[in-house]
């Protein structure tokens, strides 16, 4: 996917995340990353923040880890070992506007992020079929590119129209419903609707990540969920909330605080992460 980047842009942006292990569980398995890095040096970032896009690049991502109680921390530590490994270099391949360069970039990440944990699933016992979803938006000037494997999520809130779900849901299920074999209720209450055909680690033998890019406007949102999210609340409900909270109490707080609540009340039944960042 990709669109021709806008004349115009202003390029701030602020963000906010949240995980939460939900009701049941014991151990919070997903994870999320906000940093920012130029050529020469990676900079992490808080859970809420504002910042420009004149100073450097930004990543956001979530993932779900899975495959024993420390796969959620071991995904995330190797997704950012190899990010930070990565991506300064790169960055005066951004910086030229050469959205192609970031996608092979992106291509190479998660490659290598499956890689290590593949190789770390087979020395490990504890570790063994460890894997995890990964979903990330690179932004640099004018431009938001993705990458994603898995059932976590990424969402687009463009300034004008309707929220858009960039990624596809690596399921069985998933994929009919895009064939129109099933309704979108049927796939919600689907009994095979969590188990993914491909996660970086865990059993799969190559991943293919989904790639795109899209253009960037003042106004624009991009809001990342992991399953617990979408498996809580439906897609016109995180739109309600990113966009236009219906009551005072959720629009006193930050927005990704806002899904995790609202998921948390409605279900809770898994970890529950968002992450939303806003093009100010």
């Not at 070992?81 to 300064?88: A, F, G, Q, S, Y």
């Not at 005066?92 to 360069?101: F, K, P, S, V």
Request: net charge negative; glycine share 10%; with cysteine.
């Amino acid at each position: 996917m990709s669109e021709s980047s806008p004349d115009l842009y202003t390029p701030e942006l602020s963000w906010s995340g949240m995980t939460h292990p939900g009701r049941f569980r014991k151990n919070n398995e997903d994870a999320f990353l906000a940093l920012t890095f130029d050529a020469q040096e990676v900079r992490y970032l808080g859970k809420v923040g504002e910042g420009s896009l004149t100073k450097g690049d930004f990543i956001f991502a979530v993932s779900d880890g899975m495959g024993g109680a420390n796969a959620g921390e071991y995904a995330s530590r190797i997704a950012v070992d190899k990010i930070t490994e990565l991506l300064p270099s790169s960055f005066e391949i951004a910086a030229m506007g050469m959205d192609r360069g970031c996608g092979q970039i992106l291509v190479e990440l998660f490659a290598r992020i499956h890689q290590e944990m593949t190789q770390m699933g087979q020395h490990y016992d504890e570790l063994s079929g460890m894997g995890a979803t990964l979903s990330l938006v690179w932004l640099t000037p004018g431009w938001a590119h993705f990458a994603h494997v898995g059932d976590s999520r990424i969402y687009y809130l463009p300034k004008e129209g309707e929220m858009k779900q960039l990624t596809e849901d690596h399921t069985h299920v998933a994929w009919l419903y895009r064939q129109g074999r099933i309704t979108e209720s049927e796939a919600r209450r689907h009994p095979k609707r969590n188990i993914l055909q491909q996660v970086l680690g865990g059993q799969t033998l190559k991943a293919t990540p989904q790639i795109g890019s899209v253009g960037l406007e003042s106004g624009d949102r991009f809001a990342l969920c992991t399953d617990g999210i979408n498996d809580a609340i439906r897609d016109h409900r995180i739109e309600t909330l990113v966009a236009n909270p219906p009551v005072a109490r959720f629009q006193e707080m930050e927005i990704a605080d806002r899904l995790v609540t609202d998921a948390l009340e409605e279900s809770g039944r898994d970890n529950l992460t968002a992450l939303v960042v806003e093009i100010d």
